[in-house]
């Protein structure tokens, strides 16, 4: 972990917490060591399932569910958490903005790690992570994007996705074509997962889009450059600045 760039996080989001304050808090969620002694009964449980998702909160977790980010179950009675990871430093913003977004489900400051180096390359590598507590109201949301198999794209995304939530979905797993082309990167999903992100991307925004299949089975959705202009009108007020040349 590196220590400057750990303290930069660390002031930075200690000052976003007066910011916080205009989010919808139901308590504190507190948590020690086993065999700690508390002066007052612990209601973690109680406190946990009085917790909901604010509008905001829900639209960035679609979007980051149809990137990288993943959602864990220690056991399946257990509640589910949610897992962030990003490169560092180029994007430490991104992650520290859903950082303060998701505030008051975490539990830790963001953390930067530097990788083993590259066996291929020798180089190393850093990366910026935080994961959010255990919570009842992620349980919705694990059941939509998980099967046994692994993450899915939930049968109904065309009225989870928002415009909020497209603009974190190419920010976490977008990018920029040879072309100057919007891609999303959905190799992970299958052929008819990646139709039905295509079929609310056109109902949802009118945008028309192509498919490509980069590898045999995995396929990118690809937003033509004639597209931009409406791709931008809906996305680019909820986009970090950042990441905006996804856009261009």
Known sequence: MLGYDTDIIIS???QADNVLQAFTYTGI????????VYSKPRRVNSIKSAVQLTQVQKDVLVG?????????????NHNPRVKFEQTFPGHASYLTTIYIILRNLVGKYPTVHTRLPDRRTGNSYSVIRFSTLAFPCFTHYYDLFYTAQGKIVPHNIAELLTPRALAYWIMDDGGRGNYG????????????????????????????TRLIEKT??????????????PLKDVVAHYMCRSMLYKLT
């Open 12 to 14: 930075f989001c200690t």
């Open 29 to 36: 969620i507190s948590a020690g060591k086993k065999g700690s």
């Open 64 to 76: 980051t569910m149809l990137g990288d980010p993943s959602m864990e179950r220690v056991k399946e």
């Open 181 to 208: 082309e919007t891609i999303l990167h959905t190799r992970s999903f299958t052929l008819n997962d990646v139709q039905l992100l295509q079929h609310a991307l056109m109902i949802n925004f009118d945008l028309r």
């Open 216 to 229: 045999p089975g995995q396929w990118v959705i690809v937003i033509p450059v004639k597209q931009t202009r």
